[in-house]
C-alpha cells in the first residue's frame, strides 16, 4: 500500500537557516520507540547554531531542546546516531575547520552532552555511523590547500574514550592534473573538491561509503557541462572495508591500505575521464538490504534528470541499474533513504512543464518539490504519494530510521540562499 499522510504530528515548523538539513553525507534523525530525535541548523546573525531536539511521540510535544554549539557558518549541520544503550552521538563544525563530537550524559535524553572532543584536520561534511559493537566511524571531507583532498576516516572504539588521528581513504585527482597540464590550467588553486558521500555499516560489519565526485578539470579537458569553471562530477562510486575500515577496495577487487586514487576507485556509473561522459551525476544515499546495498544517484542532462537505483551483492565488482520513472517531474539526488520493512524514499522534483523554451521560469524553486516514493524491491515499482509533499524545499531531504514502519521526514523549506527558512518534520504513514 502506498503511504499516506493522516493526522500532522508536529503542526508548528521550526526556525532554520540556509542550509538547516543539509547535507545528505549526514544522517540527522533517529527514531526510537517512544522518541524522535533530530538535529539542524537555526541561523543567529553572524552564526548558525546546532540545534539538538526530543519529540516525545506520546504527548506529541517537543519536550527538550539543547544549542550543542555555533558553526561559522550553513556548512556546520551535525551528524548524529544512537547506541546500543540509548547513548546519543553527535559530531558537527564549521567549514574547512576541526569537527567536535559529544555524547548525551543520560540514555534518550538531549539536555546534557559530554565535554566536546575536538577531531583534528580542515574537515568538512561529517558522515558518522555507529556497528553493533557501539563502535563509531567518521568519514569527512580533509582539504589541504594545493594539495589532493581527500575523504578521512576517524574511528573511536567504544571502549575508548579518545578518536585516533585518522587516515585518508580516498584522494582526490587534483595533484595528477597539476603535474600532467601545468598549474597555469587550473582553474583553482587551492585545489578544491566535493565528495558528495554516504557512509555506512552493515550487519556484518562491513563500512560501505559511496560518493559522487566534483572538481575543477584542467582548461584543455572537455566536460559535460563546459562552463567557464570546466567544474565536472562525472561518476558515482563505491568502496567497501571487511576490516573496521584499515583496508578499502579498489576497483580489480584488491583491497589496500594506502589512500586509494579515483583512477583504481569501482566506478558504478559514469568515467574517471570527465572527457567521456554525456552527463553530470549526483549521488544520494544508500542503503543495505537481503544482502546487497542498494544506491540512488541522478543523471544531469542539462534541463533533464533522470533518477537511478543501483545495486550490488558482494563482493561489490558488478553493478545493476534501473531508471525510477516519473510522468511528471524530473527527479535529482541528493536522495534520502530509509532502510527497514519498507523501503521509502525522499526525491526533489522538477515538474516538466515549468520549463519554457527550454528555459526555468525565475520562481523554479517555488515550483520544486520533494516528493517521497515507495519502492517494491522485487518487482521494481514505486508507489509515488503526493500527500506527503513538501512545495518550495531546499532541496535537502532527510529521512529518519525506521522504527515498526514507522518513519519520519524532515526538509528545508524556503528559498535556497535564504536563512529565513522554516524546518518540516512530520511522519511519513
Known sequence: MSPSCGTVDIQSPLKGSSRATAYHDSDKMVNTKDYLFVTYLQHR?????????????????????????????????????????????????SHNSPLYYKKSQSAYDVNSWSTPLEISGNLTYPSLVINKNDDLFLAARNDIIGGSWSVRLFKKSSLSKSWDKGKDIITSDYLKWKKAYGKSSMFVSNGYARFGKYLSVNHKNELHLTFHYFEYVPKKIKTFANNKVNSSTHFVS?????????????????????????????????????????????AGQHFYKDGKIYLFFSKHYGIETTLHLASSSFPYKFWEEIEILNDDYY??????????????????????????????????????KIIIGELDLTSLNVKWNDNNMVVNPSWLPQLSNEYKGDIWYMVTQGARESNDTNVIINKVK
Open 331 to 368: 527527479l535529482r539526488a541528493p536522495v534520502a533513504a530509509s532502510q527497514g520493512t519498507r523501503t521509502i524514499f525522499a526525491v526533489n522534483a522538477i515538474p516538466k512543464d515549468v520549463y519554457v523554451n527550454g528555459r526555468p521560469p525565475a520562481n523554479l524553486p517555488l515550483k520544486s
Open 45 to 93: 546573525i553572524g552564526d548558525e547554531l546546532v540545534i539538538v531536539r526530543r519529540y516525545n511521540k506520546s504527548s506529541k510535544t517537543w519536550d527538550q531542546t539543547s544549542t550543542l554549539g555555533v558553526a561559522k557558518d550553513d556548512h556546520g549541520g551535525g551528524a548524529l546516531v544512537i547506541d546500543s544503550q540509548g547513548y546519543l552521538h553527535i559530531v558537527y563544525g
Open 238 to 282: 563505491h568502496t567497501f572495508s571487511k576490516d573496521l575500515g584499515h583496508s578499502w577496495s579498489k576497483e580489480n577487487g584488491d583491497f589496500s591500505i594506502e589512500p586509494i586514487s579515483l583512477k583504481d576507485i569501482s566506478i558504478i556509473s559514469g568515467n574517471n575521464d570527465p572527457s567521456k561522459v554525456d552527463c553530470n551525476y549526483s
